[in-house]
């Protein structure tokens, strides 16, 4: 196989080289700004060799930022999958491409099923559903929807609460937003693994089981054996923030397990590698 990667250089984007190279794939990495995903040019440079799939890793992640800055949002979520589409179909190169929990409004009682009605509560999950669109209108197309994600190489929120905690800071952390954590190595397993058996159409990848962004702090204090008690507990609307976010965004995955036939591992173990590994 020879994958395109694009966003190579983000958190994810790095993972998955690193998942491809493990493998012995062949690979084309780029980035901005030999590569920018919102201009066709660029990517018809880059899809002119034989291609077995393209991974777009490449993503405006900011959620708050998103809110101020909706063009750019558009630009990177919605333009780039359709400008990627455009240059694949004619070639019929399959592409894969990454989502988030936050096209949904956060009000089901229960996890998200593939086919729930979506109903983003902020500007960064509308730009990102728009995205999906362009991808699933694809024949080849694959998009995986995923959760508070954490790994190397990016901002994240294991490695500030981590960081600060190893400051001997004592912290305040919501307790009423409901998800599974991910980690960039096991996405980039599961998308290698999703190409692999042909899976095509929508799909949820996260990782048991379900916490609070507190619950997971805790955790990451007790990794790092430090007190978890200098972690309080508190509510979203102690922290307001430009935008929104869902009070309950645990995703289902039985559709991926069934489809790969693969257990999905829970994330306190890669969270203890992530630990323990320097960047």
């Not at 998308?191 to 990451?220: D, E, M, Y």
């Not at 965004?249 to 489809?259: G, H, N, P, Q």
Request: net charge positive; proline share 7%.
């Amino acid at each position: 196989m020879r994958i395109l990667i694009t966003g190579a250089r983000g958190m994810l984007g790095r993972a998955v080289l690193r998942a491809c190279k493990a493998r012995h794939l062949t690979v084309a990495a780029t980035d901005l700004p030999e590569c920018d995903i919102t201009r066709l040019s660029d990517l018809r440079v880059w899809t002119h060799e034989p291609l077995s799939a393209v991974i777009n890793c490449a993503a405006f992640t900011a959620v708050d930022e998103a809110e101020s800055r909706r063009e750019l949002a558009l630009a990177v979520n919605r333009d780039g999958p359709r400008f990627l589409v455009q240059a694949l179909r004619p070639l019929g190169v399959p592409l894969v491409h990454i989502s988030t929990d936050y096209v949904f409004n956060g009000t089901k009682d229960g996890a998200w099923e593939e086919e729930d009605p979506t109903d983003p509560i902020n500007f960064y999950g509308r730009s990102k559903l728009d995205g999906e669109r362009e991808v699933l209108d694809y024949e080849l197309g694959t998009v995986i929807r995923t959760s508070w994600l954490f790994g190397h190489g990016g901002k994240n929120f294991v490695d500030t609460i981590a960081g600060k905690l190893r400051a001997g800071e004592t912290l305040d952390v919501v307790d009423d937003q409901h998800g599974r954590p991910t980690s960039t190595p096991a996405l980039a397993q599961a998308i290698l693994k999703l190409l692999r058996v042909g899976g095509r159409g929508l799909f949820h990848f996260c990782q048991p089981p379900t916490t609070t962004w507190c619950g997971l702090a805790r955790v990451i204090a007790q990794v790092l054996d430090l007190p978890a008690e200098r972690i309080h507990p508190t509510t979203t609307d102690r922290f307001p923030r430009p935008a929104k976010r869902p009070v309950n965004s645990v995703l289902s995955t039985a559709k991926y397990s069934r489809i790969t036939g693969r257990p999905i591992p829970p994330w306190v173990e890669n969270l203890k590698e992530h630990l323990k590994t320097p960047s």
